[in-house]
């Protein structure tokens, strides 16, 4: 541990200052006065509870100041709150993550604090009570013997330990009071409790140092008539043993042990259980991803290895690995991980959100054991705390996790490695609104070391930055097993009409009745992402776009409209379809993952038929319906986008998806790419084993390019038709958005803000120009969670501009009850 370690700033002078993020939502970190007794126990990173306003609140120190420095910054120094108490005396961020902190707190226009209590493992902040302690009077009055019986035991009680004011019944809330008034208690001490803790052991060790033969053996000699006692000398004198394990055969040792430990021979040592927390199902871990021998890297996979690896320790060098699905990248991330080690460095690996991590996580385990830490929201909150900690103090080398494992506390990192950058589970959607992706690039950035972007569909923004030379590409297109890419066929429903029930067209009933009787798996893709209802023309497919945006209208049953929810253009459904004329074609249609799993079940009777959507599955959960898959006891899988993550299942040969189009007409200038890359991905889920794969796509729209592309496996074709769609209405990567978020329980509150916002928003830009301003209108979820969504977007390309026109927002005039936020680079619309 590094506690027997020098500190860091045992050379500088003590601080006289420091600046504090204290965990609330405020724009700075504010200046506190260092009282002496907190001198030499103040650290960079470490928690604190410092006084704000009347309140108490716990922080983290930001930065360490002296008197000069503080001069410097602000003149002659005036009166400053002391801080009130240092929490913990072992940092529990370093250096290196309060810097990344506060550039993301300035980048996404978020508080520092908050920020701050992202990095830090949840439920472990401290919480800050007011606890009741005996004052010197209350001393006295009970060593005077003269209290009422009741009054004397609750006194005797708070000396004991103290108590927090919440813990107390209500009677002995009401006798605290009396006692206070009287100033016999006070309600003075802060005390500090974690919600997760580590668990603590107990290590049983010889008291004295018996290396001396002689010494041993008069030791054994004096228990001699004890058989037990010896038994627990004996095991001790093998070396320290955990309590429980050493009693764990004969119960009865607990006495000898405590007979032992009274006459001094033996002592036990409380020591936090860092033990790893258990790897994932090994179901979930595949094939060839254990045993001992390593499999030889086929070409392309030699070359990015190589590519890395002559980078490692030569500074920042980002790279984008290209590579097709099933192509051997998580291979690649291991050598090039292996590498770092042997170097005596770490490694930090961000996965896509629970569904994935358990598999990634599974093959790093394999590979690397103990040393990886998995850091995923499937965790308890203890054990998440514990994989933390093993991170923190060296003891794991490797984190594995979803996306705020971009924190991970690793010191010495070596290298940064996001799978399947282009998710858009990377993007935190509520609170800081940070990018896992663009931080870990950062983050890789600020520490000068390599970082690896992999995708089989890299986001436009990342291959953009490839084109640009900023990345270096690394193609794979191979497969290592010679097994091919997927056949995907496009079946057009305009031609081919759908079971109403299961949405299955006669091809894709037939091959999954063909898949059946080869007793070969099926995945069955809904995407279902934020609708329930979606609206088109049942003879063409035709879909409602907004003229002026790109984008499709959304549906919104309250007025019976469609509507755009960049710019507000508002419209009916007509009677008759613009495109081909059809009376009384148009659709609302409500789709679910449940009924069409029942439907399929129906149809194919002697089938084993399983869901896996977020309704059903969070977690350990999903993690569980995916091992039932692993292990064939599921034929069919109906499920959300979920099933389309990296999963790599060899009896999968058919992989159907239902409607193409519910994610084409999402009302979101991304749409077309989430369909490209959830196309893709699932297609890459067939044919994984030794049988190939097939893929039918159904869709209203066979000749759209995300649906093209995906089909033909062709992602340059893709994405050269994209990038220039977007350039043209300056959205991503060539222009830049903000997106200012509005909300409230109150609707016509909201309403009201976002009109005055936009007008300042429009002011703004107008004075520095280049800035778009869109907006205000409903978001397409307009109504979640009880609380009114409306937005307003911000487009530019000069990113300061743009900067400049959202602060302006910040300190506008809001309506009571109304949160205005900042989303800088957006990615959803939703
Ligand atoms: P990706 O991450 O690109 O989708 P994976 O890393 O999951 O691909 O690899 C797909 C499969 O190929 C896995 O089962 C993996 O164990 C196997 N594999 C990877 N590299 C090799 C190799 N060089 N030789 C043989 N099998 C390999
Ligand atoms: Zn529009």
């Not at 140092?209 to 041993?216: F, I, M």
């Not at 290298?415 to 959607?429: A, C, P, R, W």
């Not at 690896?452 to 923004?461: D, K, Y």
């Not at 979820?781 to 990113?799: D, H, P, V, Y």
Request: hydrophobic share 45%; proline share 7%; aromatic share 4%.
């Amino acid at each position: 541990m590094s506690r027997d370690e020098p500190r860091a700033d045992d050379a500088t002078p003590r601080p006289a200052f420091v600046d504090v993020a204290v965990l609330a939502p405020l724009a700075t970190p504010l200046t506190y006065s260092v009282p002496p007794r907190l001198a030499d126990r103040v650290a960079l990173g470490g928690r604190v509870l410092a006084p704000l306003g009347a309140r108490k609140v716990g922080g983290v120190v930001t930065r360490l100041l002296s008197v000069d420095e503080l001069r410097a910054r602000r003149g002659p120094p005036r009166e400053l709150a002391p801080l009130l108490e240092v929490v913990e005396d072992e940092p529990s961020l370093t250096p290196e993550l309060v810097a990344l902190a506060l550039w993301i707190a300035e980048y996404y226009e978020a508080p520092p604090g908050e920020v701050l209590r992202a990095q830090l493992p949840a439920g472990s902040a401290s919480q800050v009570r007011d606890v009741l302690t005996t004052t010197a009077a209350g001393a006295a009055a009970l060593a005077g013997g003269a209290l009422p019986r009741r009054q004397r035991d609750l006194l005797m009680a708070l000396a004991r330990r103290g108590a927090p004011l919440a813990r107390l019944t209500p009677a002995q809330r009401r006798l605290a009071v009396e006692l206070r008034a009287q100033g016999l208690v006070d309600a003075v001490e802060l005390r500090t409790t974690p919600r997760a803790t580590v668990r603590e052991v107990s290590i049983a060790r010889l008291a004295a140092d018996l290396s001396d033969p002689a010494a041993r053996d008069a030791l054994l000699e004096r228990h001699r008539r004890a058989p037990r006692r010896q038994q627990v000398l004996r095991a001790l004198l093998e070396g320290p043993r955990p309590l429980d394990e050493l009693v764990a055969a004969e119960p009865a040792l607990r006495v000898a042990v405590r007979a032992l430990v009274a006459s001094g021979e033996i002592a036990l040592d409380a020591v936090e259980d860092l033990g790893a927390v258990d790897a994932p199902d090994p179901a979930l871990a595949g094939g060839g991803a254990g045993g001992d021998q390593l499999p030889e890297l086929t070409a392309e996979q030699a070359v990015a290895v190589t590519e890395i690896g002559a980078r490692l320790g030569a500074g920042f060098a980002p790279f984008l690995i290209h590579g097709v699905t099933g192509s051997g990248k998580t291979e690649v991330y291991l050598r090039v991980i292996a590498e770092v080690l042997a170097r005596g460095q770490t490694a930090l690996v961000l996965v896509p959100e629970i569904s994935l991590t358990p598999q990634l996580a599974g093959r790093f385990r394999a590979r690397f054991g103990d040393a990886v830490a998995i850091l995923h929201s499937g965790l308890s909150e203890r054990d998440r705390l514990v994989e933390w900690q093993r991170l923190r103090r060296g003891l794991a080398t490797i984190a594995v996790g979803a996306r705020s494992a971009v924190f991970a506390p690793l010191e010495r990192l070596g290298i940064l490695v996001i799978d399947e950058e282009h998710d858009g589970s990377f993007k935190q959607d509520d609170g800081v609104r940070y990018h896992a992706r663009d931080v870990a690039l950062v983050r890789a950035q600020r520490l000068g070391v390599p970082c690896i972007l992999g995708s089989a569909t890299p986001s436009l923004e990342s291959y953009w930055h490839a084109q640009r030379g900023a990345y270096q590409l690394l193609t794979m297109t191979q497969r290592p097993t010679a097994r091919p890419m997927p056949e995907v066929e496009v079946i057009d429903l305009r031609t081919y009409r759908p079971d109403p029930d299961d949405l299955l067209s006669a091809p894709l009933a037939a091959a999954i009745e063909t898949a059946l009787a080869a007793s070969d798996q099926a995945i069955l893709f809904l995407n279902r992402r934020g609708f329930a209802t979606f609206v088109l023309c049942r003879a063409c497919g035709h879909a409602f776009r907004c003229p002026h945006c790109a984008v499709s209208l959304t549906y919104h049953q309250s007025s019976d409209r469609l509507l755009c929810h960049y710019c507000g253009f508002a419209q009916r459904i007509p009677e008759v379809c613009p495109t081909c004329a059809t009376r009384g074609a148009i659709d609302r249609r409500g789709l679910g993952t449940e009924k069409i799993a029942e439907a399929v079940a129906r149809r194919f009777p002697s089938a084993r038929v399983a869901r896996l959507d977020r309704d059903v599955a969070a977690g350990a959960k999903a993690e569980a319906i995916l091992a039932r898959v692993a292990r064939r006891q599921v034929d069919v899988l109906v499920g959300t986008q979920m099933v389309t993550k990296g999963h790599d299942f060899p009896g999968v040969t058919l992989v159907g998806v239902l409607c193409a189009d519910t994610g084409l007409n999402l009302p979101d200038f991304r749409a077309s790419e989430r369909t490209f890359q959830l196309l893709s991905q699932v297609a890459g889920r067939a044919g994984r084993g030794e049988r190939p794969g097939r893929v039918l796509i159904q869709t209203y729209r066979p000749t759209a390019t995300a649906v093209l592309a995906a089909a033909h496996h062709d992602y340059p074709k893709f994405y050269a038709a994209e990038s220039e769609a977007r350039a043209e209405l300056g959205y991503p990567p060539a222009g830049r958005l903000i997106a200012v978020r509005i909300d409230g329980a109150d609707g016509q509150a909201v309403v009201t803000t976002a009109a005055r916002l936009a007008q300042v928003a429009g002011g703004e830009a107008a004075a520095q120009g280049g800035v778009q301003v869109l907006g205000p209108v409903a978001a397409p979820l307009e109504r979640l969670r009880g609380r009114t969504r409306w937005q307003i977007w911000l487009r530019g390309e000069q990113r300061l501009a743009l900067r400049k026109v959202a602060r302006a927002l910040l300190t506008a005039e809001v309506e009571q009850g109304v949160r205005v936020g900042l989303d800088v680079d957006p990615v959803s619309a939703l």
